[in-house]
T-cell receptor, first 112, second 109 residues
Framework: IAGITQAPTSQILAAGRRMTLRCTQD?????MYWYRQDLGLGLRLIHY???????GKGEVPDGYSVSRANTDDFPLTLASAVPSQTSVYFC???????????FGPGTRLTVL | GQNIDQPTEMTATEGAIVQINCTYQ??????LFWYQQHAGEAPTFLSY??LDGLEEKGRFSSFLSRSKGYSYLLLKELQMKDSASYLC??????????WGAGTKLIIKP
């Protein structure tokens, strides 16, 4: 693989269910990010990680958790999904936190 | 608060030139990014400005004025494939990107 992959591509989920969105990069980038994109709004940062083993909260972290056990993987977990979490989720990475971010293809999540 | 403003939608003609403006207010400033996003796809990086002035990259150019909190993206010789949303993002003092809602550019033949 080259770049960033995300899985699944799309998912329909019942409210209250737990869901993990996967993100893997093979560029050996130190920093990784999770955003959500909603119609009419800019991308909003959910969580980020500047290096393996560390994570931080972004603008809209409530209801989401992340982990960064290694450089390549940065999963996003919704512990108990709610309809307001219906969105397109993008994972991104950058060499350092100050550098250009490169995006994965996105996961379209619908919570009913 | 932190804010990015850009027009919601613009229309231009194939072969013409279009300028997409962006104004920003952030806590600190560490550069201005432009991304292109085709419908249903991921954003892709176009340009980065941190110093005042114009950066040219083929048909696309980006301008920054730090004193005015202003940037624009200039697209020349428009092609149908340039139909997309263009996202402006400013990097704040914590090196986090603050994103505008995007400008949807419609190209007409």
């Amino acid at each position: 693989i080259a770049g960033i992959t995300q899985a699944p591509t799309s998912q329909i989920l019942a409210a209250g269910r737990r869901m993990t969105l996967r993100c893997t990069q093979d560029m050996r980038h130190n920093a990784m990010y999770w955003y959500r994109q909603d119609l009419g709004l800019g991308l909003r940062l959910i969580h980020y990680s500047n290096t393996a083993g560390t994570t931080g909260k972004g603008e809209v972290p409530d209801g989401y958790s992340v982990s960064r056990a290694n450089t390549d993987d940065f999963p996003l977990t919704l512990a108990s999904a709610v309809p307001s979490q219906t969105s397109v989720y993008f994972c991104a990475s950058s060499d350092q936190g100050t550098d250009t971010q490169y995006f994965g293809p996105g996961t379209r999540l619908t919570v009913l | 608060g932190q804010n990015i403003d850009q027009p919601t939608e613009m229309t231009a003609t194939e072969g013409a030139i279009v300028q997409i403006n962006c104004t920003y207010q952030t806590s600190g400033f560490n550069g201005l990014f432009w991304y292109q996003q085709h419908a249903g796809e991921a954003p892709t990086f176009l340009s980065y400005n941190v110093l005042d002035g114009l950066e040219e990259k083929g048909r696309f150019s980006s301008f920054l004025s730090r004193s005015k909190g202003y940037s624009y993206l200039l697209l020349k010789e428009l092609q149908m494939k340039d139909s997309a949303s263009y996202l402006c993002a400013a990097m704040d003092s914590n090196y986090q990107l603050i994103w505008g809602a995007g400008t949807k550019l419609i190209i007409k033949p």
